[in-house]
């Protein structure tokens, strides 16, 4: 249970201008590690790594007859969506010889918290840092139906679309 009490911190904003949040607490998460020691790869010929087990794009190991997916994938993302998505991707391969490659996915990056925050693709900074010259597209979601049922129409939310200038 907690204790009480207040938490703060800042953000430099990476030479951008930063921010400072007071609230009465704080989670830090600080990312998961797969769990694959007990799991017999060494027998069954699955090359691992580090980070989880080594896979190529179609998500199969260094034992053709396996296949990885989720969150013992090394290099991946460690979340429920990405692990959803990859074993869509290891079914159609390993068992109807598709060539779907889990490295085309585009997989938003979320956080749940109240409000929601979820991206896809390069931030603003991440653009301007790459040399990346964009164009950016904000609108209001005043009239979305999630924000109206649940009451948050007024104070809204906003969705911000950047598109490679010169692009599609």
């Known amino acids: 249970g907690g204790g009480g009490g207040e938490a703060a911190g800042e953000c430099?904003?990476?030479?951008?201008?930063?921010?400072?949040?007071?609230?009465?607490?704080?989670?830090?998460?600080?990312?998961?590690?797969?769990?694959?020691?007990?799991?017999?790869?060494?027998?069954?010929?699955?090359?691992?790594?580090?980070?989880g087990i080594l896979v190529d794009d179609l998500l199969a190991t260094s034992n053709p007859d396996v296949y990885a997916a989720g969150d013992v994938v090394s290099g991946t993302p460690r979340l429920t969506h990405v692990a959803g998505?990859?074993?869509?991707?290891?079914?159609?391969?390993?068992?109807?010889?598709?060539?779907?490659r889990h490295t085309s996915l585009v997989v938003p990056s979320v956080i749940y918290t109240e409000p929601e925050v979820a991206m896809v693709g390069m931030s603003l900074a991440a653009a301007r840092a790459a040399g990346v010259e964009v164009e950016e597209y904000s609108s209001a979601l005043a009239g979305n139906d999630r924000a109206i049922l649940e009451g948050e129409d007024e104070e809204g939310g906003f969705v911000s679309i950047l598109c490679r200038r010169g692009g599609d």
């Open 85 to 100: 998505e990859h074993a869509k991707v290891a079914v159609e391969n390993a068992l109807f010889g598709g060539a779907w």
């Open 12 to 51: 430099d904003g990476g030479g951008e201008e930063g921010w400072a949040l007071e609230c009465d607490a704080l989670l830090v998460a600080t990312g998961r590690e797969p769990n694959t020691g007990d799991l017999g790869l060494d027998a069954a010929g699955v090359e691992a790594g580090e980070g």
